[in-house]
């Protein structure tokens, strides 16, 4: 953990920055209640956990659908990125659809569309890279009236009456745009660039239409807000740092607003400016120029203690960050940041310098346990690297110790990685992490030969492997990174607030960009490309690194499902996600061969209630809900899905009748399913 003061890297292991010496009181109220499901992961906990028990193993196989409400209605939409959950307040469900992340509201027992808000039209809609990527809303009662509010692709706030849909009285101030409503919206990029340098430089009046012009960035949106004691609290994201050929671009400072009038309270810099804690940790003047630091994954909050956790990504661009020398604060962090004043009360990096792509990409969960005998509310957050980084949540004092641990340098022209990064001791990693040659295929001897010929074009190595350059020396094609992302958005981690014991989806994968010059890949007519400094290197072709005739490089299991005891640090099970995929099973290569379960290739979705772990086998698996032992892993009952479930799901309690909603999607158009019993 990083201090107050002085040297952001002094004291990582055992210093903490201590708040009263009152003793720890455990939050109230972890996971959902009266059969609600008020926010993006349930609760503010974000867990994922329903204290419903109608729907148990005695009954889950006699689950039927009670009504799909389609998403292809509302316009295009990409499927694999439907990853909308709803809340469910006062008997109604809301969430958003389509690539303009239109808000609806929808009766809970019939799947009605019961109103529509859209947003019109503007530059920063065209421009947003995350048009498709709307996670869901965030809900709060001001005044005993109940209020939605949203972040949109163009990367506005807005206000709705959850009753009607119409945009809040009083809230916010009027946007000079052709079609906006007069109240009930913010801009909050006239906030975050009002006093940012390079455009106070420009010397030109903001342009609520365009946004900020192209040569110094681009900012929008993917989670929601979140609201704690009457602060909304905004995050934003970037375009796909993979994607990235420029250097310039905008920070996605953190902020916070009014949730009665939409007034801006606080901001806080995710790239620290002189004289900031943090600052010194951009060298040559680089904090000026990089951007894309950001909260692109959902938020988490404690209302009692008065914070809010902020999960951030890396830098500009990935896998070379020779342009931006030093540890890069708050780069692929975790901040917990005080709702009513914006001010940093603790963080923990988990990568210093991150060219990985490791941005933590799933909401911190927080949990009240037991550790050694006292009472412990604590903090986890999951980790594409395949670690739960656990923390006091008041103090931010790791809970096992973590270390600082050398890793291996960069070749790469320009490029200066730290000479350490964070490596938790406990929990045991929960997903594999490097790639030897001990981790290939080896069903038969003929799949294991060719898998050794593959990675003789690729430098194998630990989990933080350096990149390589297109021409490097050795004559390899590129590096090899894995886990290219043990965990991901695309399947959150859940947890039971009543045993405090985590479940973590995972699967294996490895990354094998090469990096070309800048120059070679930049697309200046591409209306997402941003900047003006071409970046010595970039990413090219990523995702070419597979196994022999189209099977996995890896061992099993390819996809599986963790239960850790956070009271203990325990790994208590695995599974594999689901079965054996049939392209595996029926391969002309594996025929006659004894398959052990290899779980599919993607991610499980989870959620957990008082009788059972829900899981769906994510976009790639097979359209079929899991009903699990929460206790032992044992699968106790399986239905069928219209189609695959992907992101997340949820459950409410609606007229004396306990629903689940799973997001489908996959080869057919995104759609909503609910659930219930006869």
Request: proline share 9%; charged share 20%.
């Amino acid at each position: 953990m990083e201090m107050s003061g002085g040297n952001p890297r002094l004291g990582l292991l055992f210093g903490f920055l201590m708040m009263t010496p009152a003793a720890l009181i455990a939050q109230g109220g972890l996971g959902t209640e009266n059969g609600e499901w008020r926010y993006l992961g349930g609760d503010a906990a974000h867990t994922r956990y329903s204290p419903l028990d109608q729907i148990d193993a005695s009954n889950f196989e006699d689950l039927e659908v009670a009504w799909i409400w389609r998403a292809d209605n509302f316009g295009p939409t990409v499927d694999y990125a439907f990853k909308s959950t709803p809340s469910f307040v006062d008997g109604v469900l809301y969430t958003v659809v389509s690539e303009r992340r239109q808000v609806v509201a929808i009766d809970p027992a019939t799947g009605e569309t019961l109103w529509v808000f859209r947003e019109p039209n503007t530059l920063r809609f065209e421009r947003s890279m995350r048009q498709n990527y709307g996670k869901g809303v965030a809900y709060a009662e001001i005044d005993g009236r109940g209020v939605i509010y949203i972040t949109t692709p163009g990367f506005f706030l807005h206000a709705l009456d959850a009753k009607t849909g119409q945009p809040l009285e009083g809230f916010g101030r009027p946007v000079p745009i052709e079609g906006f409503p007069e109240t009930g919206v913010v801009d909050p990029l006239e906030d975050l660039v009002r006093d940012w340098l390079p455009f106070e430089e420009l010397g030109q009046p903001f342009d609520h239409y365009a946004g900020i012009p192209r040569e110094i960035g681009m900012i929008t949106s993917s989670a929601p807000p979140i609201v704690v004691n009457n602060v909304i609290v905004v995050g934003n994201s970037h375009e796909q740092g993979y994607n990235q050929t420029r250097v310039e671009n905008v920070p996605g400072d953190i902020m916070g607003y009014d949730a009665r009038t939409g007034e801006f309270l606080w901001k806080f810099h995710v790239i620290p400016r002189p004289g900031e804690f943090g600052h010194e940790t951009w060298e040559n003047g680089s904090w000026l120029t990089a951007g894309d630091v950001s909260s692109w994954a959902p938020m988490s909050a404690d209302p009692e203690l008065g914070l809010v956790y902020i999960p951030t990504n890396p830098p500009t661009i990935d896998f070379y960050g020779g342009f931006r020398p030093g540890d890069n604060l708050f780069g692929t962090s975790v901040i917990a940041l005080d709702v009513q004043t914006g001010e940093r009360v603790w963080h923990f990096q988990t990568v210093h310098h991150d060219i990985w792509n490791f941005d933590n990409p799933t909401a911190p969960i927080l949990l009240d346990v037991t550790v050694d005998g006292e009472p412990t509310p604590i903090v986890v957050q999951t980790t594409k690297q395949g670690w739960a980084f656990t923390f006091n949540r008041e103090t931010g004092e790791p809970i096992w110790p973590i270390e600082e641990r050398s890793v291996p340098q960069s070749e790469v022209p320009g490029e200066q990685l730290s000479l350490t990064q964070p490596f938790p001791t406990w929990p045991l990693a929960y997903e594999e992490q490097g790639l030897t040659e001990n981790d290939l295929i080896d069903f038969t001897p003929e799949l294991r030969l060719a898998a050794l010929e593959i990675i003789q074009n690729y430098r194998i190595g630990p989990i933080f492997n350096p990149p390589i350059q297109m021409g490097h020396p050795s004559g390899l094609r590129s590096f090899v990174s894995c886990p290219s992302g043990a965990t991901n958005i695309t399947g959150p981690t859940s947890a039971d607030p009543e045993t405090g014991i985590l479940y973590v989806s995972s699967n294996k994968g490895c990354r094998s960009e090469r990096l070309v010059p800048g120059r070679d890949i930049d697309q200046p007519d591409d209306i997402m490309t941003t900047g003006t400094t071409l970046s010595q290197y970039a990413v090219l072709d990523r995702g070419n690194f597979r196994g022999p005739q189209g099977l996995p490089i890896h061992k099993p299991p390819y996809g599986r499902i963790t239960a850790i005891d956070m009271n203990t640090g325990e790994h208590l099970w695995w599974i594999p996600n689901g079965d054996t995929p049939e392209r595996i099973k029926n391969h002309p290569a594996l025929q006659g061969v004894d398959l052990p379960n290899t779980g599919q290739t993607s991610k499980a979705i989870t959620m957990v209630t008082r009788t059972l772990l829900f899981t769906a086998e994510g976009s790639g698996g097979e359209p079929r809900l899991h009903a699990v032992d929460k206790r032992t892993g044992e699968r106790l009952g399986t239905i069928d899905l219209p189609a695959v479930g992907q992101y997340g799901m949820m459950t409410y309690m609606h007229e004396g009748d306990q629903y689940i909603v799973v997001q489908t999607g996959g080869r057919t158009p995104g759609a909503l399913v609910a659930l219930r019993l006869p």
